[in-house]
């Protein structure tokens, strides 16, 4: 595959861009495959680029039902961060946002990394602790966080309320570090690289059964025939339950809607990521000019992929507390994704009680920011048979009792 470059750039643009390539082709499935990965989210693509870039396994095919990175990959709100409190959290999401620094020159295609920083706003008594402690746990595991008073805060964030009618802003956690990037293209990168390494990318192709023989996985039926493998990553965020359930067991998993909203493109006003977790909702400006605002998870369980009315009214009504001049916006346009929740609020990177077969899932909120950790991580746990990134987060550790509570650094999400 041709590389990008500015000379490129320069060329195409005196051949009226006839020269550009299709960024990854769309073969038809082979009968078998070394690996299959079920899902063309991001953490999917990743898993399967890790695969082929540090393990030299390359006959792969990443199957995708709709199109790829149609999932929640593409409808999230960008946030990558890594202030969590535990020590395996931190060390996966850490590792993901050490990658994304310098994830455009490795995949040769611009994610749009914008390190702009992201503060977590304490306007309770009980925020504060939580993050002073968050700041404390961060300071040992390496991860640059700092716990900053309300003076800070406004000097960051001029169009900030400190003295809110409800809540003021006592304080924040704040990541410099952290940011946001292209989501569309995190996929499409990992996409392209794939497909460069000669793996194949299936989309319009839905798994509807799982092949096994003697408890080991031996492929999956789908709407495109049967094609088998040695192994299987699922990799599909909120179907995970279902995929799980053709293989013949449960995932401790619950998939519920998460909404985000866009407002009218305005001049840039805040050039950092705020999040407001007591009030429920958080906020940043895209490259555009919109301000990209989320809020928190539908309160029942649902595979609705939509916006809903009274979404808008609870998350701008809480920021407007926050941000006043949120309350002059006109919103553009809402949306959702089904997202994969466990009860301690970490992901899952497992093997399963299938031979052969690996799930990634249960990144719930906010498994935007660990895409190039969470596929380091699994590609090294389906090449090796473990991986240090992910061996706290094993299935096993729900029948121990032994959870990784994040409900604080995951509480309203991202
Ligand atoms: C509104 C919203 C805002 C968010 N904001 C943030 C944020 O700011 N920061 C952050 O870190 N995270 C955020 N998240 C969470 C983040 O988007 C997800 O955790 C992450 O994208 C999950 O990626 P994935 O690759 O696992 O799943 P997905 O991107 O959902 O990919 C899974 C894929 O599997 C496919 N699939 C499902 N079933 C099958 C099947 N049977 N056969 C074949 N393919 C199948 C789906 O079509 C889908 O494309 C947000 C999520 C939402 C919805």
């Known amino acids: 595959m041709k590389r990008y470059s500015a000379f490129a750039v320069a060329r195409e643009a005196f051949r009226n861009h006839t020269g550009w390539e299709r960024a990854w082709a769309s073969p038809e499935p082979k009968k078998k495959y070394d690996v299959i990965i079920v899902g063309a989210g991001g953490h ?8 082929g870039k540090n393990f030299g396994i390359t006959n792969v095919a990443v199957l995708e039902k709709g199109w790829l990175g149609g999932g929640n990959t593409g409808r999230n709100t960008t946030i990558i961060r890594s202030n969590y409190l535990q020590d395996a959290s931190a060390a996966i999401y850490e590792k993901a946002r050490g990658l994304y620094e310098n994830l455009s020159q490795d995949l040769n295609y611009n994610i749009m990394f914008s390190p702009r920083g992201v503060m977590m706003l304490a306007q309770t008594q009980a925020e504060v602790r939580g993050y002073e402690r968050t700041a404390h746990a961060n300071a ?17 964030v001029p169009i900030i309320n400190i003295d809110g009618p409800r809540y003021p802003v006592l304080g924040a956690i704040w990541q410099a570090r952290a940011g946001t990037a292209r989501h ?31 408890g080991k996985v031996t492929g999956v039926n789908t709407t495109r025939g049967s094609i ?20 013949g067991f449960r995932l401790p998993i619950e998939s519920v809607s998460l909404q985000a909203l866009v407002s009218e493109p305005i001049k840039p006003c805040m050039d950092v990521v705020v999040m407001a977790n007591t009030v429920h909702g958080y906020m940043s400006q895209s490259d555009k000019g919109e301000m990209v605002i989320g809020g928190g998870t539908d309160g029942y369980n649902n595979y609705t992929q939509r916006g809903a009315f009274h979404h808008i009214e609870e998350t701008v009504r809480a920021l407007v507390e926050t941000f006043p001049m949120v309350a002059r916006l006109k919103m553009l346009r809402q949306w959702g994704g089904i997202v994969d929740v466990t009860g301690d609020r970490s992901p899952i990177l497992s093997k399963t009680p299938v031979d052969g077969m690996f799930v990634n899932c249960g990144w719930g909120t906010g498994g935007f920011k660990a895409i190039p950790g969470s596929g380091w991580g699994l590609a090294e746990l389906m090449a090796k048979g473990h991986s240090p990134l992910t061996e706290a987060f094993g299935l096993n550790r729900f029948y121990e009792g032994r959870f990784i509570d994040e409900s604080v650094a995951a509480g309203v999400a991202h």
């Open 228 to 247: 088998g493998c040695d192994k299987l990553g699922v990799v599909v965020a909120g179907h995970s339950g279902h995929l799980a359930d053709m293989a």
């Open 44 to 51: 999917g693509l990743a898993t399967a680029y890790y695969l």
């Open 140 to 156: 040992l595991q390496g991860v640059k966080t700092e716990y900053i008073g309300p003076q800070r805060v406004k000097q960051l």
């Open 184 to 214: 569309d293209a995190v996929a499409w990168g990992y996409a392209r690289a794939c497909s460069d390494m000669g793996m194949h990318i299936i989309q319009k192709c839905e798994v509807t059964g799982i092949e096994q023989s003697g």
